[in-house]
């Protein structure tokens, strides 16, 4: 399973981000996979922002800072993942990673790697103005 991570790289404060998440090598309705989305700020450790299941439910961060502002969705027939997330500001510049696993306790908001089963390679974001 490969999973490669598309986004704008540079994105104005107050703006919305939107990144791609394309998934080869398994069809992203398959059970039991979850596909989350884990970002990295820099000298900070992985955060878990969400995730979405071979069913289409979805679990959020229930850090107050993310919840309100994020959703993640896909498209099975262009086995896409996305994330979207609203008002950025600079505290947002990071790695975000799109990661997957056939362990459902991810979707409590685990961020070790060994939870993980796929990783992309990440794409970085920056919030500036």
């Known amino acids: 399973v490969q999973l490669q991570e598309l986004g704008p790289g540079l994105v104005k404060p107050s703006q919305t981000l939107s990144l791609t998440c394309t998934v080869s090598g398994e069809s992203i309705t398959t059970k039991y996979y979850y596909w989350s989305w884990i970002r990295q700020a820099p000298g900070k450790g992985l955060e878990w922002m969400g995730a979405i299941s071979y069913s289409g439910s979805t679990f959020y961060s229930p850090s107050l800072n993310l919840k309100s502002r994020t959703s993640i969705s896909r498209n099975d027939a262009k086995s896409e993942v996305y994330l979207q997330m609203n008002s950025l500001n600079p505290e947002d510049t990071a790695v975000y990673y799109c990661?997957?696993?056939?362990?459902?306790?991810?979707?409590?908001?685990?961020?070790?790697?060994?939870?993980?089963?796929?990783w992309g390679q990440g794409t970085q974001v920056t919030v500036s103005s």
């Open positions: 990661a997957a696993s056939r362990f459902s306790w991810v979707c409590r908001g685990a961020v070790s790697r060994s939870d993980y089963h796929f």
